[in-house]
């Protein structure tokens, strides 16, 4: 059976005092990038013990009242969940239970270690002393912020001054642009190659039988929780109807090659121009433990850094084929180096912003490891199958 990835929200916290404006600033944010199509989740710390959403009176109370530590309230539209607690959650805990979103915005949690939106007005006077400390060191409680919310026009000089981004406090657009470009989860078109010659293994591997299935089957299932897209490029269409029988949650296209003559970097580059989104995790279809995961935290460093490509390398060399790639920037440069005569998938390498994913950075973000493993010949085939069927998946 096939493991099905979770996606992890991204996530940032707005601090500030009491009367700062944060609920006020949080709630437009939230509507301006609900109202662009991002799926935006939530958390309100709330610092004091005790609250209630269910009220005396209502069925959900009365269990409450007889006993039951754990009540949730389910609506065709809606879902609550009032659970007694032995300790306060960390915050880390709470986002992790909230996956799949493009972004959460949490209210408070100051010293949780996510990236904090400090905000800060100056007619609130529990504000002057941040204020001053922020003028005066960069530091709001000890803390550097990644960015100010301000309207005092000296913490945000301030915060110029030492490459802090500052908004005004009405700037929701800004402050909401600023998210999207390095906070909101950026959409990823993932790119299975199925069109390779497969002489080897004497037979298409995209359909030859894996565990009972195409292997083409699974990959596409591994890897569907971290796509806005799948797309398949294939010099077999025909043959690929079975994916039309998946629930895999997202788009998926079929790409046939471009080129008359096969190979590495005419792979990449058909990819990379038949993609929908500027980000695109490529991905060789025979790669039986494909990790969702690797491409997750791919895409993240992508946005963060700015690359054009994060490719990950380990004892044997790059890794082209559970890759990352920007297509602005990826796509000419692969074109260009077509046109010198070059077909290696890593020829264009030398000429992009390339960031590469280290052997431990592979470990952390896929710890059971095999990501690379591919299947050549019907027995690397038949030996992935006993892994599994002794061992489990990974």
Do not use: W
Not at 20 to 43: F, Y
Not at 315 to 327: C, D, I, K
Not at 335 to 352: M, P, T, Y
């Amino acid at each position: 059976m096939t493991l099905i990835y979770t996606r992890p929200s991204p996530a940032v916290a707005f601090v500030g005092r009491h009367n700062s404006g944060k609920t006020t600033l949080i709630e437009k944010v939230i509507a301006h990038l609900a109202a662009q199509g991002v799926d935006v989740g939530s958390v309100k710390h709330h610092g004091h013990c005790g609250f209630d959403i269910d009220y005396p009176g209502k069925d959900s109370y009365r269990h409450r009242r007889a006993g039951s530590h754990d009540v949730v309230i389910v609506a065709p539209d809606l879902m609550a969940r009032v659970t007694e607690l032995d300790r306060e959650p960390e915050c880390d805990e709470v986002v992790a239970s909230m996956p799949g979103h493009d972004i959460v915005i949490v209210e408070g949690y100051r010293q949780s270690g996510l990236d904090t939106i400090e905000v800060m007005r100056s007619a609130n006077e529990r504000d002057s002393e941040a204020i001053e400390e922020f003028v005066d060191r960069g530091t709001v409680r000890g803390g550097v912020p990644v960015v100010v919310a301000t309207d005092s026009e000296r913490a945000a000089q301030a915060a110029r001054g030492r490459g802090i981004a500052a908004f005004g406090l009405d700037d929701v657009p800004g402050i909401a642009a600023y998210l999207q470009e390095r906070y909101v989860r950026p959409k990823v078109t993932v790119a299975i190659q199925a069109g390779g010659e497969s002489r080897r293994m004497g037979r298409s591997k995209a359909t030859v039988p894996f565990l009972g299935r195409p292997l083409l089957e699974r990959i596409a299932m591994r890897l569907a929780p971290v796509a806005d897209e799948l797309l398949i490029t294939t010099n077999e269409p025909q043959n690929l109807g079975f994916l039309d029988d998946l629930d895999l949650g997202c788009p998926v296209r079929l790409a046939t090659d471009v080129y008359d003559v096969r190979g590495a970097l005419r792979g990449i580059c058909t990819a990379l121009s038949s993609a929908t989104y500027p980000l695109v995790a490529l991905v060789a279809c025979d790669m039986v433990f494909a990790s969702p995961a690797l491409v997750y935290s791919q895409a993240r460093i992508a946005q963060r850094e700015g690359v054009d490509a994060v490719i990950p390398r380990n004892a044997n060399g790059y890794e082209p084929f559970h890759a990352l790639y920007r297509v602005d920037a990826c796509l000419p440069a692969a074109e260009e180096a077509l046109k010198r005569g070059d077909s290696r998938a890593k020829d264009f390498f030398g000429d992009i912003r390339m960031r590469e994913f280290t052997r431990d950075e592979v470990k952390d973000a896929a710890p059971f490891g095999g990501c690379f493993v591919n299947v050549n010949t019907p027995e690397e085939l038949a030996h992935a199958e006993k892994m599994i069927q002794e061992n489990g998946d990974r």
